[in-house]
């Protein structure tokens, strides 16, 4: 089991950037991969970005078309807690941003998400 506790949410304007948190219980987090998706008023939860475990020191990150270069994850195993950097919001961006933790692969599919967050939400103003 793990549980997921996003923050870092808030009120922004278009432009600006944002750091997201999640920090995991468990002794496990490291073999977890680890996600962020988002899902806006009215639409389905979206795939944002990921990255895989290791049991070496070697991750990869994926990202969704719409955020590529412009958001950032990444992972500290030592504090249990993934990051999501967004830098250049848009009023796009806005939604709730969830967390989600997978055993072993990344998935990029909300319905296969093994363990999510509560969420935390992003508004852009524009």
């Known amino acids: 089991q793990v549980q997921l506790v996003e923050s870092g949410g808030g009120l922004v304007q278009a432009g600006d950037s944002l750091r997201l948190s999640c920090a995991a219980s468990?002794?496990?987090?490291?073999?977890?991969?680890m996600g962020w998706f988002r899902q806006a008023p009215g639409k389905e939860r979206e795939f944002v970005a990921a990255?895989?475990?290791?049991?070496?020191?070697?991750?990869?990150?994926y990202y969704a078309d719409s955020v590529k270069g412009r958001f950032t994850i990444s992972r500290d195993n030592a504090k249990n807690t993934v990051y999501l950097q967004m830098n250049s919001l848009k009023p796009e961006d806005t939604a709730v941003y969830y967390c989600?933790?997978?055993?072993?692969?990344?998935?990029?599919?909300?319905?296969?998400?093994?363990?999510w967050g509560q969420g935390t939400q992003v508004t852009v103003s524009s």
């Open positions: 989600a933790a997978d055993r072993g692969r990344v998935t990029t599919t909300a319905g296969e998400v093994d363990y």
């Open positions: 990255i895989n475990w290791s049991s070496g020191s070697t991750y990869y990150t």
């Open positions: 468990g002794r496990t987090f490291s073999r977890y991969s």
